[in-house]
């Protein structure tokens, strides 16, 4: 380029920022040309084809005008059936919307008038088809086809598509609500999944029921693919399902087929309940319990009442009798069972009682379960339980799929059993083997484990499935062991594993932490509406970093099935969580302190006189805040007592109350004695009075005291105070909130009262004149206040309702749930409010009810080398002679009366359950001085006083005489 100066050699720069565009614009003008062209020849083309089509339509119409006035003219004339189809069929495809429509009553002459050939049948039914798709009345058209139907049968598929035409009657269905579309679509005798989503979703006011129809539905449901087609139906529309299909079939017992409902009940992973008008949400409820339960759907009472046919005895001994002679499809039968225990909880108790009653299930079930390799394998397996993949492997296996469905039905059936069957019941009655039980429990102790390990360790979706057999298994295992409790039936040794350890310090530091954290989020409502107790210390799956898979599973272990760990273990982690939570109130009570200078420590005035009285006016209202120290200044009738509360006075006032309080004399009389035992239980007074109405402002007050009892028990737990006070196991079953749901049963009716019991027990085996000669009836006497009043078992029939050979065992069960249950519920309800509010209800779930009274009370052995090497001297040294002939008396006197000594002083006649190092304030030994005196004791501190004897003859004849008489208890 040339510039003005004439120089061609410089270069000449544009320091500017403008570009020529010609280049640019050149390209996107030819692109923008190409798009116009192509545009312009696909209008072209388009334009052509609509041209073509409406050409071709103008005929059609034109020739369908034609076929029209042909047809009207020789309708009734001898014109050919085929050609007068062809022309029909002609009309409904290319003529205009309602065409058909006049037409409709001169087919219904033709098709009542004449016979049909198979090629001019299909081309009507094809033709009335298309007519359905265009007119605007579509009955017309409905009532021919019905009329072909019945006349000339169903269409052959070779030339109809059923499905199609199901699911275009169910729209027009949908339009008019007609009961006639519901008959045509059983007259198309139809075989195809569009037929059963029409029964899925048709009211059932428009079904009834007849022998076609039955086998109609039947074959439906049998057919290849039926179970993944119904499983990808709404939950809403299984139900509508199943209640249509019992609606068919007219509970007609005969026609039960388990292999066809299985194809409905496979699919139903939920259970169902009624829901009533005043129900906040009647749709869906999930179960409350966990994420991973089963969800509950609410359906009405209506529906609830056809399903409940399945559980009739008619269906069920029909259902049973398929099973034991070999059903055709064994999976889908068995499935159908186990469907039907879960499906509705409230009828599961029905179909274990029929189950039970069934000559010879209980054994093919067992005969079943036990001959698959995945029993077996489970049984015998090393390390205490199966790795996840090995589960894995019997899950995926189609060799061992009906496996876990007989598991779950027996696992229902044995559970039943263990709550119905008296101990004592002879083997000629009883339906379960002794020895087939202890080889189940053998299988059951690794199956638990397994699942549990499993479940935590694995998210794989194919083990999902298992999740509710964990919980009938947990729940069985739980039975079985507290079975075993009064019948040692498995030895002693059956619940120590062998290769699974517990670390017991490593898990007590993590629950620590989570407890920890728990209590930093109680403010936080969303932070805890996971929490549960019948999960306990494994319920924070989430909430923990460092919580690894197995520890999770060991923390389940010890929260769901604690007694796989060592009692004492168990003990180590109570007394832990008590130490945490006492340090965290202490930090909270001097943060208070040090900033609000407000001192939380409780304290009251008690008088000697009315010790119960005052303590129940100074403390029943503090709740939680009962957790606190206290400190208590004693009157006597010259005024206060000196001295400062150290801990020995609050031990006084706890062990005074209880002493008073539960007392069968005291004046409310809150709590009775059973007659063989001694044990202690809620005065069953106070439920038969509330029940009468008897005094209710008087009740109201014993319970407000039932509930501070429960308060002061909480508190001599959390501060590790011994009493000596012993309750009742049925009571102490109570307190295990994980198993709130198993009431106490026939059996523990013997620790209440043996009589009973066995009178009870003594109907089982009586006839039916003997039982009818007794004139019993659904009622029960009681004795208040030395008048016999009545209450119904049975309301509100139970007075009209005799006892029979048929309800004994109802009647049995009605007597024992009365006493154990319904006439304590209240009173324990109460009394486990106040313990609650000073123990963690799941800190007290890892105990049965033995260990329990243990805990409050102590162990039953007394280690005379723990005790000695846990004792502080006062004025002795370890190797001074009354001292050393102190413990040589001790080690030669008898069990009793070593335990007499130790009540002497410290109130309580066991050992602290951790040895004497556990005892607070430590034993302790003071020297008295002089010899002429006789052993004192200060119990509120543990401490015996002992004068410096130096003869081991009168040391063994004091101590003893002192012992004995229960003399010599000083206040330090």
């Given at each position: 380029?040339?510039?003005?100066?004439?120089?061609?050699?410089?270069?000449?720069?544009?320091?500017?920022?403008?570009?020529?565009?010609?280049?640019?614009?050149?390209?996107?003008?030819?692109?923008?040309?190409?798009?116009?062209?192509?545009?312009?020849?696909?209008?072209?083309?388009?334009?052509?084809?609509?041209?073509?089509?409406?050409?071709?339509?103008?005929?059609?119409?034109?020739?369908?005008?034609?076929?029209?006035?042909?047809?009207?003219?020789?309708?009734?004339?001898?014109?050919?059936?085929?050609?007068?189809?062809?022309?029909?069929?002609?009309?409904?495809?290319?003529?205009?919307?309602?065409?058909?429509?006049?037409?409709?009553?001169?087919?219904?002459?033709?098709?009542?008038?004449?016979?049909?050939?198979?090629?001019?049948?299909?081309?009507?039914?094809?033709?009335?088809?298309?007519?359905?798709?265009?007119?605007?009345?579509?009955?017309?058209?409905?009532?021919?086809?019905?009329?072909?139907?019945?006349?000339?049968?169903?269409?052959?598929?070779?030339?109809?598509?059923?499905?199609?035409?199901?699911?275009?009657?169910?729209?027009?269905?949908?339009?008019?609500?007609?009961?006639k579309i519901v008959d045509l679509v059983f007259d198309l005798h139809p075989q195809c999944h569009e037929f059963l989503h029409f029964l899925a979703n048709v009211p059932r006011n428009y079904l009834s029921s007849s022998d076609e129809k039955i086998e109609i539905v039947h074959t439906a449901l049998v057919q290849d693919g039926v179970s993944d087609f119904i499983s990808h139906l709404t939950d809403h529309q299984k139900i509508n399902l199943l209640v249509n299909v019992l609606i068919v079939d007219n509970d007609k017992s005969s026609t039960f087929d388990l292999t066809a409902y299985a194809s409905i009940l496979t699919s139903m992973n939920f259970s169902i309940q009624a829901y009533t008008d005043t129900d906040e949400d009647h749709l869906v409820k999930e179960a409350s319990e966990s994420s991973e339960r089963v969800k509950t759907i609410e359906v009405s009472t209506e529906d609830l009442k056809i399903i409940q046919t399945l559980y009739s005895p008619s269906y069920m001994n029909h259902a049973f009798r398929q099973l034991i002679n070999g059903a055709s499809n064994l999976p889908s039968a068995v499935h159908s069972i186990s469907s039907l225990l879960w499906l509705v909880p409230e009828y599961s108790t029905r179909v274990c009682m029929m189950m039970s009653i069934t000559s010879g299930l209980q054994e093919w079930l067992f005969t079943q379960l036990s001959s698959l390799q995945a029993y077996d394998h489970i049984k015998f397996c090393e390390n205490d339980r199966l790795s996840t993949s090995e589960i894995l492997e019997l899950v995926l296996s189609p060799t061992q799929e009906v496996f876990w469905d007989l598991l779950y039905i027996y696992e229902q059936l044995l559970s039943y059993w263990v709550i119905v069957a008296n101990d004592f019941e002879n083997a000629s009655s009883n339906p379960f083997d002794l020895a087939q039980i202890v080889?189940?429990?053998?299988?059951?102790?690794?199956?638990?484990?397994?699942?549990?390990?499993?479940?935590n360790e694995s998210t794989d979706i194919s083990l999902h499935g298992l999740t509710q057999l964990k919980e009938s298994s947990l729940s069985l295992l739980n039975q079985l062991y507290i079975k075993n409790l009064r019948s040692n039936y498995l030895g002693k040794d059956f619940w120590k594993l062998k290769?699974?350890?517990?670390?017991?310090?490593?898990?007590?530091?993590?629950?620590?932490?989570?407890?920890?954290?728990?209590?930093?989020?109680?403010?936080?409502?969303?932070?805890?509406?996971?929490?549960?107790?019948?999960?306990?210390?494994?319920?924070?799956?989430?909430?923990?970093?460092?919580?690894t898979a197995e520890m999770t599973s060991k923390l389940e272990i010890l929260s769901r099935v604690p007694f796989f760990i060592d009692f004492f273990d168990r003990v180590?982690?109570?007394?832990?969580?008590?130490?945490?939570?006492q340090n965290s109130i202490l930090s909270r009570s001097e943060t208070v302190m040090f900033y609000e200078g407000i001192n939380d420590k409780l304290t009251a005035d008690i008088h000697r006189e009315t010790i119960m009285e005052d303590a129940y006016e100074q403390f029943h209202k503090v709740g939680s805040n009962f957790k606190n120290k206290i400190q208590v200044t004693f009157y006597n009738e010259h005024g206060p007592e000196a001295g400062i509360d150290g801990g020995g006075l609050t031990k006084e006032l706890l062990t005074n109350v209880v002493s008073e309080g539960f007392d069968p004399k005291f004046g409310l009389h809150l709590f009775k004695e059973t007659e063989a035992n001694n044990e202690l239980y809620p005065n069953d007074d106070i439920y038969l009075k509330i029940a009468k109405r008897i005094d209710l402002p008087k009740q109201q007050q014993r319970l407000n005291y039932v509930k501070f009892l429960g308060m002061i028990v909480g508190k001599c737990l959390y501060e590790s105070v011994l009493i000596d006070i012993g309750f009742a196991p049925f009571?102490?079953?109570?307190?295990?909130?994980?198993?709130?749901?198993?009431?106490?049963?026939?059996?523990?009716?013997?620790?209440?009262?043996?009589?009973?019991?066995?009178?009870?027990?003594?109907?089982?085996?009586?006839?039916?004149d003997d039982i009818n000669a007794l004139d019993l009836t659904f009622v029960i006497d009681e004795n208040v206040d030395s008048k016999i009043l009545q209450y119904d078992l049975a309301p509100p029939y139970g007075a009209m309702t005799s006892v029979s050979k048929s309800n004994r065992l109802q009647y049995i069960h009605s007597v024992a749930n009365f006493k154990l249950n319904k006439s304590l519920h209240v009173q324990t309800k109460y009394f486990l409010e106040g313990l609650f509010e000073i123990i963690d209800a799941e800190w007290l779930n890892i105990f049965d009810p033995f260990e329990l009274q243990m805990l409050i009370s102590g162990g039953n052995d007394i280690d005379v080398q723990d005790w000695k090497d846990n004792v502080h001297y006062g004025g002795y040294f370890d190797d001074d002679l009354t001292i050393v002939l102190f413990w040589e008396v001790v080690e030669e006197m008898s069990p009793q009366e070593r335990c007499d000594l130790i009540k002497f002083v410290t109130s309580v006649s066991r050992a602290p359950l951790l040895g004497f190092k556990a005892l607070t304030p430590h034993f302790g030994i003071h020297n008295s001085g002089s010899p002429d005196r006789l052993p004192t004791a200060s119990t509120c501190v543990n401490l015996l006083k002992l004068p410096d004897y130096k003869d081991k003859t009168l040391i063994r004849e004091k101590l003893l005489y002192a012992s004995k008489a229960n003399s010599g208890f000083d206040l330090s």
């Open positions: 380029m040339l510039n003005f100066s004439g120089s061609t050699k410089r270069r000449v720069v544009n320091l500017g920022d403008r570009r020529n565009p010609r280049g640019k614009n050149f390209l996107e003008q030819a692109k923008l040309d190409r798009l116009q062209r192509e545009e312009a020849r696909q209008k072209e083309k388009a334009a052509q084809v609509l041209a073509t089509y409406i050409r071709r339509r103008l005929e059609l119409l034109a020739y369908s005008n034609e076929f029209l006035q042909e047809w009207e003219v020789n309708v009734n004339g001898d014109y050919f059936n085929y050609t007068l189809a062809c022309r029909f069929h002609f009309i409904a495809k290319f003529g205009q919307r309602d065409d058909t429509l006049p037409l409709m009553s001169s087919l219904r002459h033709i098709f009542t008038t004449r016979s049909l050939d198979s090629e001019s049948y299909s081309i009507y039914f094809q033709a009335l088809v298309k007519s359905l798709m265009k007119v605007s009345d579509p009955m017309p058209v409905i009532d021919c086809l019905s009329l072909l139907c019945q006349k000339f049968g169903p269409p052959s598929s070779r030339y109809t598509k059923t499905g199609d035409l199901i699911s275009l009657l169910y729209q027009v269905f949908i339009q008019t609500e007609d009961q080889d189940f429990c053998h299988f059951l102790r690794p199956l638990c484990l397994t699942l549990i390990f499993c479940l290769s699974i350890s517990f670390e017991i310090n490593a898990m007590i530091q993590v629950i620590i932490e989570e407890e920890s954290s728990k209590r930093n989020q109680d403010s936080d409502s969303s932070e805890n509406e996971n929490w549960d107790p019948t999960v306990g210390f494994s319920k924070y799956k989430k909430s923990s970093r460092r919580r180590k982690v109570f007394q832990s969580l008590l130490k945490a939570d009571f102490l079953a109570k307190w295990k909130v994980a198993q709130s749901s198993q009431n106490c049963s026939i059996n523990d009716l013997s620790y209440l009262d043996r009589q009973l019991y066995l009178n009870l027990s003594k109907l089982l085996t009586m006839s039916a």
